[in-house]
């Protein structure tokens, strides 16, 4: 008899997003008062630039053509040289220098965030910031390096507490217990809290004394504003020894649709005397083929200077729409985080209120769909997280309805 991964089964009832689209379609089908409006799930609303567009459409045109058409992708990393080469220069112009044949594109930094548990083993101690985006919670369960769920937490795994009395961002772990694999993200989904170079300088530190890896997903790095905050983890000295970076077009340049993202591991990180880098590029090599040439074309579009300059309009309007949910919601009293760096506000509910009956009160009274804090971890409780992605005039609407009901 075939046997099955057993570690699924020990996965909580179900993945944040799903039980939030549960619960809408059970509202929806009651004939809601008012048309929803969607600030949970982080998904864009903007077209894709002119520029990608462009790109797309001379690329597909190639496709159809016996002499440009082009099959499997063969090129370093399993990504066409002209994609990496600008994704190198786009590093190099914020004076970090990432060779090219240490990119790796892929369909998704979700992938990537989960899929890179393929080349650790699964007797590794891993820490997760608290609260998590929980890709970086369940794919470990799946793997079984997270133990046993005891309803809160999982056994195996190390919480890293981000509360407002620490920034959001976490203190090193205390005790004997010293993890090997650390996620951080930065600019941080939920909490929209981007770490400083001193926050990241120790923990860099750490990874290095230790032979820990930092798992750096900095899918939101775009959005940053505040001068002086990194956007790459290779930004801080002795990055390259320890750190993994996960980085995204889907936030960027409103790929969500076209599945591409990039990893980057430095040569010099080594672990086990083996190469991270050759390692990944392995298991690459035999479980992915790589983007499609046409959307790998898009993606390079999006690092010309007009690219750059049309995807930065749409963040731009994202972090407007960010700015009217943080005002909103502090006017209607509650303490508000985030918005400034990210598109992710972090809203604490109402004193005495859980984040799923704050979810349900908005969603019955004022027809807002939101995410409950609790689906990212125990620290999470007792907040929402809001998205800016939404149009202009919907987000508006959201928080005025939010501010009647409040």
């Avoid at 002499?67 to 370093?76: A, L, V």
């Avoid at 699964?122 to 998590?132: E, G, I, L, T, Y």
């Avoid at 930092?214 to 775009?222: M, P």
């Avoid at 990893?263 to 090599?285: F, H, M």
Wanted: charged letters at 20%; hydrophobic letters at 40%.
């Amino acid at each position: 008899m075939a046997k099955i991964n057993e570690n699924f089964l020990k996965l909580p009832g179900g993945y944040l997003f799903p039980e939030i689209g549960r619960r809408v379609r059970a509202f929806s089908a009651e004939n809601p008062p008012m048309p929803l409006i969607r600030l949970g799930i982080g998904d864009v609303t903007l077209p894709l630039a002119p520029a990608v567009v462009e790109a797309m459409a001379k690329a597909t045109a190639e496709m159809g053509v016996k002499e440009t058409f082009r099959g499997y992708c063969e090129e370093t990393c399993g990504a066409y040289d002209f994609l990496r080469f600008a994704i190198r220069d786009s590093y190099r112009a914020r004076g970090v220098d990432i060779a090219d044949d240490e990119i790796f594109v892929s369909d998704g930094a979700k992938s990537d965030c989960g899929n890179i548990g393929d080349i650790f083993s699964v007797d590794n101690v891993v820490a997760v910031c608290d609260p998590v985006y929980p890709v970086y919670v369940d794919t470990n369960a799946m793997a079984g390096r997270a133990g046993e769920y005891d309803g809160e937490k999982w056994t195996r795994l190390i919480y890293l507490p981000c509360t407002a009395e620490n920034g959001f961002f976490p203190a090193l772990p205390e005790g004997d217990r010293v993890p090997d694999l650390i996620y951080i993200c930065s600019p941080n989904n939920p909490t929209g809290a981007a770490a400083t170079a001193e926050q990241l300088k120790r923990w860099v530190d750490y990874a290095n004394a230790h032979d820990s890896v930092i798992l750096f997903d900095s899918a939101y790095e775009a959005f940053i504003t505040t001068p002086g905050v990194p956007h790459s983890i290779f930004e801080i000295p002795g990055a390259k020894t320890c750190a993994i970076e996960f980085r995204s077009f889907s936030k960027t340049a409103g790929f969500t649709g076209n599945r591409c993202a990039y990893t980057v591991i430095p040569k010099a990180l080594e672990r086990g005397g083996a190469s991270l880098n050759q390692l990944w590029n392995r298991r690459q090599g035999t479980k992915f083929n790589g983007v499609p040439y046409v959307i790998q074309r898009a993606a390079e579009a999006t690092l010309t200077p007009e690219g750059q300059a049309q995807t930065q309009e749409a963040i731009a309007y994202y972090l407007r729409n960010a700015q009217v949910i943080r005002q909103g919601l502090e006017k209607a009293g509650l303490t508000v985080y985030g918005g400034v760096d990210a598109p992710y506000i972090w809203a604490r509910t109402p004193e005495g209120v859980g984040s799923w009956d704050f979810f349900d009160k908005l969603l019955r009274q004022a027809c807002v769909v939101t995410t409950p804090g609790a689906g990212f971890g125990p620290s999470g409780e007792g907040y929402i997280r809001l998205t800016a992605f939404g149009d202009a005039a919907a987000t508006q609407e959201a928080v005025e309805r939010i501010v009647k009901v409040l």
